[in-house]
């Protein structure tokens, strides 16, 4: 990852408000009867509609949400995806080598999260980590209906007889999912698999939100009826803090045990955590992904901080027999796969990815991974993650120093040093101006300026603003500098 060639051109993170005003009057109304042609489309796609889109993967100064932008590699490997255009839901082994790829992409994730590849049988890609959530909650599902109806001595299936039935054999009145700051897409999977965004139960500790209250969740685990999934919130959105550290995964997993509950980890942009080294620097983000190893399912985003193009998420589960009973499409007799007859045994254990996720068709999206993680390897990233890190650090330096602004949350005590505060901060970094008046419009201003863009949120009822560092070009050097620049302006500026 070549930072050094950030191009100097690229000073706006945002398109004016006049060129995408201009870009948006050249657009088609309507369906025109005959082309115009494709060199004029083409002319019109760089010269009209380009004009008028976002920067947010090419600028190092974009800070809204948790997007990453695209390293070289993987946008060229990209372009090869579309050249190429294979559907690699099929295993055939005979036909292309599509479905090899994505596995050894798969099998490098795994070997860079140190999550040993053998361990974790069902591993897909899907569109992102709202998809991986929807597979990892329809595993989990059917995971502790089945483990009710067995204690009963029945055997059913969700994927096969659906909720209604197989809660009745099994004997349950509901189906929970136990989790601390959910991320809004866990609550769309929950909607989607059939639990209800209802299901869904904060149970975060007082003060502490984003940690799980364990006796809570012990009790709630142990309601007679009920079934569990437990949702791990690995690196939240808004904070950027970890639900678990230390120990807690390990007493997650004993309870889930005990009480047949699913330990599920949605841990989009969290995971990358794990490649960090074990120095006084990342101690504390390191205890955050400890143990994840312990989970039944892992959602992941490679669309994030793998810093691939959209669209591409990760699902790691350990129970491939499970997946084949809910994802399998069992009457497509067109779809059976060629693999017996390969003559390369590992090609053989592949499973066709339509057995073990949502879609028929999709995108090839392991080149791209694949690419990226050839190119730069182990190094490669952690090199840009501990980039990613420092600046956030710096900038949350910057806000911590600062007369303008404060950093979020506030400590919940006096003994919370300033070097804690940091060390706990990954790469996002949450903070408002002190004046309120300025706090109402930070967003807006700071956005205004075109040279930086950052998320607005709510923190304890107000308003505040959002940092979320995640582009592959990060570099302290440059970066804090500009932050500095447009933080320090937008407080200067009266309305
Ligand atoms: C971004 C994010 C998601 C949703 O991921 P998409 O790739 O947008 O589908 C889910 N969970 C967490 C914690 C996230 O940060």
Redesign the pocket.
Known sequence: MNTAQRPESLKHVLPSLEDIERSRATLLDHLPASGIGESTATIHLQKDVLAGLNRASESPHYYG??TGGATPIATLADNLVTKADNSPQVHLPNETLATEVEDRALRMVCELLDLPPDNWPHRTFT???????VVGLACGRDYVVQHAAREKGNSVSVAEDGMHKAMRIAGLEDLQVLTTVP?S??RNAASIVGLGRSAVIDVGLEGKKHCFDMRELEQRLRQPGVASIVAV?????NTGFFATTGNDMKHLRESCDEYGAWLHV?????LLARILPANEDFTHLRSGVAGLDLADSI?G?A??LLNVPY?C?ILLSRHLSLATQVFQNSNAVYLNTASSETTASVSRSIPSPLNIGIENSRRFRALPVYASLAAYGRTGYLDMLVRQIHLARAIALFVLESADYELLPAPLNHHVTDEERLANIYIIVIFRPKNEELNGRLVRAVNATRRIYISGTQWEGKPAARFAVANWQAEVEWDLEVVKGVLLEVARSTD
């Not at 949605?266 to 969290?270: K, L, T, V």
């Open positions: 949400f948790v569109t992102g980590a709202t998809a991986s959530n991320h897409s866990l919130s690995c690196a939240e959105v949605d841990a989009a942009f969290g959602a985003d669309h994030k669209d998420g």
